[in-house]
């Protein structure tokens, strides 16, 4: 137990060396030594601030719980996460986490493990969760350390009419082969628009994402069971070429800057025919005043050589180790993750803000599925078939699909897709890309291979 | 992350005390001041200290157990890390170009502007706009607004189909800074003009000399403590630039700077230690830069005293 003045220092050694932008949002903190009152930090995504707005009303009156909601931007959030609970200074008792960071945070001993409280209560109805959603919260331990708020995967989105015009029918199940197809013929079909959009813009959540399933199911992998980088196989290769020439022979329009929300605003305008991205997305494209609305149909994510290649992300709650007030903490995991929640969001706020995917029962809802009914359907069979332990050919040495479950992944996949995204704007080959890229992702193996 | 050593010029000091004045007396006037000299030292240079104890740290967020000393493998990674070394050099490249084509168009706007003419206040007053447009709002539009290859504005009045940002990457991003930056030279530069003493301009033109001439044998030597401060004053600033390689390119493309580099080893690779590192490499840059800065200034203000 270290004193609280040297940890207070020490956070300040780490504010001191951030711009003011690491120090800011520090409110919201209750009082420390009332057990009824919880603070939670949060991302700024615009389900926690549904979150955020109907707490008072819907769960602090009814337990007597007062929730302190401390919400900043992601690359903030994670960094106050990990000064909060790598020093267990028990500031917050809650934080958002995804499925990258709860087992990494787990095996450092930084969260509570959930078990005993889900056992407790049984109207939580842990089984109702997602399979594999509940499987990427679950540590290496085999103890649950998170609750879903909201869980995606990804799949093929596309414009029916467009393919009816050229007489194409998209398979429920199509292979990589068969879309690039596709995006040839109807890349033109209306002036200015593109076959395909996929992600260009670099970063370990944007670009290498997407190319990371594909190169799953291409036979690739980052690192093999005895921590051999593999950057530089034929199969990881293969993946790499298909995709870059995808994107830079019936791709969007400047590709190389394109992240989630470039393709979603190519897509709404009408700018490309197809779009291989987050299961989240289709709830956007079949908005009330989306131009799209209505025109879109919904295949799993392409495959080659695997089952299944649709990645698997969600946002959690998880409870810090150090906190004291765990049983009001997990009064609230059990509300907001809860079957509860949903209901009082989409009563409340409309069906269309429910947060998904995390439930089976969500998808039994006839009123959510009168909204999504077009994409409901694909998205849980999207989810329910992610397999973040086996995600490939071969076995792994870390979980994770468009991901590798290790603390370096966040700037060696941001290092590598820097690298790829040079190559979509035709800066360099991929080989050359891939070189460079298997040096790093070397540099990471060495450490785990002693 | 950055904090800058600005002392302040050396002022000639108070008229030589009597020998006989003691010590303590000295003291007695100095003591008061001291509470206030003592908190202007730990606002100003305390966080720099600390960021220079971790930079000798082993300190990666997510690895707590091995947290130890490191002595100088920080710094050793900083200069043999090729990423490292290349924004380092981007940096160079982005701030030498940045500085040097907006004071020349500040120049020429600047004298522009020196001129009488009908709705002059209103003209200055546009040109500076840019200066205060918040720096993540400007990089927005220039990615949106005006590169972007479906709807941007450049491919609309030329009727091109250029990808602007991916055929050249570091020139897209130099381009919105000295948008931002040459209404900041231009209101340093027209300063500087309104400051030229008038007769000697006269008396050259009743000699005969052609506008040229006076540009360059009085406006331009009148000029050139100007033009190094403000070469000088963007520099610093524009080193420290991480919006617009952050919002244009995401660091892509080889157009990651020193701060873009620092945000991603203390936000990526959560590795503290290496990214106070680099940080303290930057501030001595910075202090050196800002060093010839100070002189400039204190050159010019030697100027206004012997005038």
New interface residues.
Partial sequence: MRSPTRRRLAA???C????AAGCAGAGGIGDPDDPNSINVLMVNNPQMLDIQRLTAEHFSKRTGVKVNFTVLPE?DV??KI??DF?SQAGQYDIATLSNYEVP?YAK?KWLAPLDGFIAADPGFDQQDVLEPIRQSLTAADGKVYAQPFYGESSFLMYRKDILAAKNLTMPDRPTWQQVAEIASTVDGAEP?MKGICLRG????G?LMAPLTTVVNTFGGTWFTQDWQAKLDSPEFTEATKFYVDLVRNHG??????A?FAECLN?MT?G?VAMWYDATSAAGLLEAQDSPVRGKLGFAQAPVVRTKSSGWLYTWAFAVQQASNKQQAAWKFLSWASGKDYETVAGQQLGWSKVPDGKRASTYQRPEYLKLGGSYAGATREAIATADPRNPGVQPRPAYGIQFVGI??F??LG??V??EI??A????ESVDEALRAAQGLADKVAKKYRN | MTTLDTRPAPVTGPPAQPRSASKAARWARRAPLLPALIFTIAVTQLPFVATLVISFLQWNSLAPENRGFAFLDNYLAVVTDPNLRSSVLTTILLTASVVLVSLILGLGLALLLDNKFRGRGLVRTMLIAPFLVVPVAAALLWKHALYNPEYGLFNGLLGTEVDWISEMPLVAVVASLVWQWTPFMMLILLAGLQSRPLDAVEAAAIDGASGFQVFRYLTLPHLRQYLELGALLGSIYIVQNFDAVFTITSGGLDTANLPYTIYQTFYQAHDYGQASAAGVVVVIGSIIIATFALRAVSSLLKDEVTR
């Fill in positions: 300040l050694a780490v001191s060396t951030l711009l690359n994670r960094d990990s000064q790598t990494i450092n200015g813009q670099p970063g370990w944007q969007e329009a400047g590709a190389p800057q992240g190519n305008q700018k603390p370096e966040t700037n941001t290092q897709s820097q995204s040079s979509i704007a035709g800066r």
